[in-house]
């Protein structure tokens, strides 16, 4: 084992109360951190199940060193690994940031889980992708009483224009107390309803339902409860405000920021246990700098939304790590590209930011549908080699073998488990 790095504090996952130490990389700086998983003979609180979907992509792939090896693990124990990230939970079937779909990540050996993070009306901090998706996310426009609070109430649809639906409900039009009121559903509406019923049942064809009875709610501190009982390492996301900040004249951004941070002290949670993350850098630096036990392990979350972002993207880079920033998460397409042979292989971001000494995160696998149609914006940069589901495991490993990346975001974390599992990372 190599000697721990005083820096940043390895990624790792609390699994039956016990964090991996950490260790160098071998080539790099000794502040950098081991993005192994955990140790197979450390027993996670939770049984792994991984399900069928694993085997099922792998049939889809062609025959080839990466199909024999995937499939010799067929019946290998699995084990919880920090590589695999939950990403809103398990949100291709569950119903996002709701207890049920947390449980879901962490039995599909998830080892850390993630919370958006953003605040009701009277500041309390809750779990939710968005400050303004309740009308997609909840049952808030079938609560009379709720949906007049929203700050766009329903309006239906107008067929004969091709006006569509609108609506928009934030946790910032409501307490935390009438947040409890609410449900969880699947992220969707239908954008030509004429009624609340019919907008509410926007699920997309290739998810489900069916685990869409219940859907409870958390406040953060509740996801950390539940995260602590599960075993699992915690990577809560700062959300973007939706309204003017100071919110009520006086809340400021950095008062948001701390506060976060200040439930885990508060709930007594180790920060080697905890990856902040937010798109907004002012966020990631005002924790590396004001929280450096938490700031270590923050992530900054790369907004780029097609290749032209990019070379500005490349650019800040070394300034990134200069300022204290350990980790990036770009999206999948961001860190590859095809050569010459339509091979997938590392983009120019993933190598400049391994040459500026940055770990590298990314989001989010399982997010695309079916891949019979390219895969859309999260393989943007792959549309031509993308052929069906099978491809999935293609992308991963390219991303953990050639990338190197220390973690991925799922929607099905069982996808990145089982191969994390497979090849023993």
Not at 47 to 61: K, S
């Given at each position: 084992?190599?000697?721990?790095?005083?820096?940043?504090?390895?990624?790792?996952?609390?699994?039956?109360?016990?964090?991996?130490?950490?260790?160098?990389?071998?080539g790099?700086?000794?502040h950098?951190?081991?993005?192994?998983?955990?140790?197979?003979?450390?027993?996670?609180?939770?049984?792994?199940?991984?399900?069928?979907?694993?085997?099922?992509?792998?049939?889809q792939?062609?025959?080839?060193?990466?199909?024999?090896?995937?499939?010799?693990?067929?019946?290998?124990?699995?084990?919880?690994t920090?590589?695999?990230?939950?990403?809103?939970?398990?949100?291709?079937?569950?119903?996002?940031?709701?207890?049920e779909s947390?449980?879901a990540?962490?039995?599909?050996?998830?080892?850390?889980?993630?919370?958006?993070?953003?605040?009701?009306?009277?500041?309390?901090?809750?779990?939710?992708?968005?400050?303004?998706?309740?009308?997609?996310?909840?049952?808030?426009?079938?609560?009379?009483?709720?949906?007049?609070?929203?700050?766009?109430?329903?309006?239906?649809a107008?067929?004969?224009?091709?006006?569509?639906?609108?609506?928009?409900?934030?946790?910032?039009?409501?307490?935390?107390?009438?947040?409890?009121?609410?449900?969880g559903?699947?992220?969707?509406?239908?954008?030509?309803?004429?009624?609340?019923?019919?907008?509410?049942?926007?699920?997309?064809?290739?998810?489900?339902?069916?685990?869409?009875?219940?859907?409870?709610?958390?406040?953060?501190?509740?996801?950390?409860?539940?995260?602590?009982?599960?075993?699992?390492?915690m990577?809560?996301?700062?959300?973007?405000?939706?309204?003017?900040?100071?919110?009520?004249?006086?809340?400021?951004?950095?008062?948001?920021?701390?506060?976060?941070?200040?439930?885990?002290?508060e709930?007594?949670?180790?920060?080697r246990?905890?990856?902040?993350?937010?798109?907004?850098?002012?966020?990631?630096?005002?924790?590396?700098?004001?929280?450096?036990?938490?700031?270590?392990?923050?992530?900054?979350?790369?907004?780029?939304?097609?290749?032209?972002?990019?070379?500005e993207?490349i650019?800040?880079?070394?300034?990134?790590?200069?300022?204290?920033?350990?980790?990036?998460?770009?999206?999948?397409?961001?860190?590859?590209?095809?050569?010459?042979?339509?091979?997938?292989?590392?983009?120019?971001?993933?190598?400049?930011?391994?040459?500026?000494?940055l770990?590298?995160?990314?989001?989010?696998?399982?997010?695309?549908?079916?891949l019979?149609?390219?895969?859309?914006?999260?393989?943007?940069?792959?549309t031509?080699?993308?052929?069906?589901?099978?491809?999935?495991?293609?992308?991963?490993?390219?991303?953990?073998?050639?990338?190197?990346?220390?973690?991925?975001?799922?929607?099905?974390?069982?996808?990145?488990?089982?191969?994390?599992?497979?090849?023993?990372?």
């Amino acid at each position: 084992m190599t000697p721990p790095r005083p820096r940043l504090p390895g990624l790792a996952v609390l699994l039956a109360a016990t964090l991996l130490s950490t260790a160098s990389l071998a080539g790099r700086d000794d502040h950098r951190h081991d993005p192994r998983p955990p140790h197979r003979d450390r027993p996670g609180p939770v049984a792994v199940e991984i399900g069928a979907r694993p085997a099922y992509l792998i049939d889809q792939l062609a025959d080839g060193r990466l199909k024999r090896k995937l499939a010799s693990c067929e019946n290998r124990p699995q084990r919880p690994t920090a590589f695999s990230i939950g990403h809103r939970g398990a949100a291709l079937q569950f119903p996002e940031h709701t207890r049920e779909s947390y449980i879901a990540a962490a039995r599909q050996g998830a080892g850390i889980v993630e919370c958006d993070v953003t605040f009701t009306q009277d500041r309390e901090l809750v779990c939710r992708h968005s400050q303004c998706d309740l009308h997609t996310t909840t049952n808030i426009l079938a609560i009379p009483e709720l949906a007049a609070k929203c700050s766009v109430p329903f309006t239906p649809a107008d067929p004969a224009t091709g006006t569509p639906a609108q609506a928009r409900c934030c946790t910032s039009d409501i307490t935390l107390a009438e947040f409890r009121q609410l449900k969880g559903k699947m992220d969707g509406a239908n954008p030509m309803a004429t009624t609340v019923e019919d907008y509410m049942n926007g699920t997309p064809a290739w998810r489900t339902d069916l685990y869409a009875a219940t859907g409870t709610l958390m406040t953060h501190k509740e996801s950390i409860a539940l995260f602590r009982q599960l075993g699992v390492g915690m990577t809560p996301e700062l959300k973007a405000a939706s309204v003017p900040m100071p919110f009520q004249g006086d809340y400021t951004q950095a008062d948001y920021a701390q506060q976060m941070i200040d439930e885990y002290v508060e709930m007594g949670v180790a920060p080697r246990q905890v990856w902040p993350q937010s798109f907004n850098l002012d966020d990631v630096l005002y924790w590396v700098r004001h929280t450096p036990r938490f700031g270590r392990q923050a992530v900054f979350l790369e907004s780029v939304d097609s290749a032209a972002d990019l070379p500005e993207a490349i650019d800040r880079l070394p300034a990134l790590a200069r300022q204290g920033v350990n980790i990036v998460a770009p999206p999948l397409w961001a860190l590859v590209t095809l050569d010459a042979q339509a091979r997938i292989v590392p983009s120019a971001y993933a190598r400049a930011a391994r040459a500026a000494g940055l770990d590298i995160i990314t989001w989010t696998l399982e997010r695309s549908g079916t891949l019979t149609d390219g895969g859309g914006w999260y393989y943007q940069s792959l549309t031509e080699a993308i052929t069906g589901p099978g491809d999935t495991y293609r992308l991963l490993d390219v991303l953990a073998r050639d990338v190197g990346v220390i973690g991925v975001f799922s929607d099905w974390p069982a996808t990145v488990t089982y191969y994390a599992n497979c090849m023993d990372r």
